[in-house]
């Protein structure tokens, strides 16, 4: 369970830092928007992949975000350098304190929710819809496509192919 746990948070974070870089945020700036770096990281790569045909998986993924992170730093050094900070401000101890309180209750809320619903750690979720989040990481791992667009078509029965898969993707 560790193990999944950290290089899950690994995956989360370590995409994000590397796209925020080249915006001049400081370190606990891109450590604390970089989960949501990712997850758009993974839309608009699966939506893109999947409408290209290249097939989705962890390596095209940071392939992906290495090409993006190039393409910023050769924006900003070609044309908004003058405009973007070399880099934020730096973060006090109290503030590097205050995300780690934040991360840690959190957490552990999470850790609390996430063990209520299961009955033994490597058990699949019994909750209502696991079922169809299940399908569509399946659907991913299966046909290459982690395309927002066609997520859903899954399942012929939703009436709509759309369906965020973001997370998913991750």
């Known amino acids: 369970f560790w193990l999944a746990f950290v290089a899950a948070t690994a995956l989360m974070v370590a995409p994000g830092v590397a796209l925020l870089s080249p915006v001049g945020l400081s370190w606990g700036n891109r450590v604390l928007?970089?989960?949501?770096?990712?997850?758009?990281?993974v839309a608009v790569l699966?939506?893109?992949?999947?409408?290209?045909?290249?097939?989705?998986?962890?390596?095209t993924f940071l392939l992906?975000?290495?090409?993006?992170?190039?393409?910023?730093?050769g924006a900003r050094r070609?044309?908004?350098?003058?405009?973007?900070?070399?880099?934020?401000?730096?973060?006090?101890r109290a503030d590097w304190w205050a995300l780690a309180t934040g991360l840690l209750l959190g957490g552990a809320a999470w850790v609390i929710q996430f063990a209520d619903k299961l009955?033994?750690?490597?058990?699949?979720?019994?909750?209502?819809?696991a079922p169809w989040h299940l399908s569509i990481i399946r659907h991913i791992l299966e046909t290459g496509n982690a395309s927002t667009l066609?997520?859903?078509?899954?399942?012929p029965t939703v009436g709509s192919y759309f369906y965020p898969a973001s997370w998913h993707g991750l």
């Open 33 to 41: 928007f970089a989960p949501v770096a990712s997850a758009a990281a």
């Open 150 to 155: 066609t997520a859903g078509n899954i399942d």
């Open 78 to 92: 070609l044309w908004l350098g003058p405009l973007l900070p070399a880099q934020g401000p730096s973060w006090s």
């Open 46 to 59: 699966g939506i893109v992949y999947g409408v290209i045909g290249l097939h989705y998986n962890p390596l």
């Open 119 to 129: 009955a033994i750690p490597n058990a699949v979720s019994k909750t209502y819809d």
């Open 64 to 73: 992906g975000v290495a090409v993006i992170t190039a393409a910023a730093y």
